[in-house]
């Protein structure tokens, strides 16, 4: 049973509102995300030859991705508190598969 909104066991085939499906979304979520930052990662050799691009540029491009999440990180802050997590994190997932479906259109650097 609940008490004053908090959940006291954890159902893991549950998705009853708001414990287990707050859960089930969260790591759902997690790793999605997760799959979108690394999935041009096994390519990242035949990227760089068909696009003709440097080391340079390939740690260039990694760098300015992982200064994008921080910077992310402190602007996502205040709409989070303002929104909650759901709204912000649903527009960020949907934004982001776009784009990642669309690197496979890249035709040069």
């Keep these: 049973?609940?008490?004053?909104?908090?959940?006291?066991?954890?159902?893991?085939?549950?998705?009853?509102?708001?414990?287990?499906?707050?859960?089930?979304?969260?790591?759902?979520?997690?790793?999605?995300?997760?799959?979108?930052?690394?999935?041009?990662?096994?390519?990242?050799?035949?990227?760089?030859?068909?696009?003709?691009?440097?080391k340079e540029q390939i740690w260039t491009s990694s760098i300015s991705a992982v200064s994008g999440t921080i910077i992310m990180r402190f602007i996502l802050g205040p709409f989070c508190d303002k929104y909650g997590p759901r709204i912000p994190m649903g527009i960020i997932l949907f934004c982001s598969a776009v784009l990642t479906a669309l690197t496979g259109l890249v035709q040069n650097a």
Excluded at 7 to 12: G, M, S, V
Excluded at 16 to 30: D, E, G, L, S, V
């Design 1 to 54: 049973a609940e008490q004053d909104d908090r959940a006291d066991e954890i159902k893991l085939c549950s998705f009853k509102r708001p414990h287990m499906r707050a859960f089930h979304f969260a790591w759902w979520c997690y790793h999605v995300a997760f799959l979108m930052w690394f999935s041009i990662t096994p390519l990242l050799s035949e990227v760089q030859l068909t696009l003709q691009i440097s």
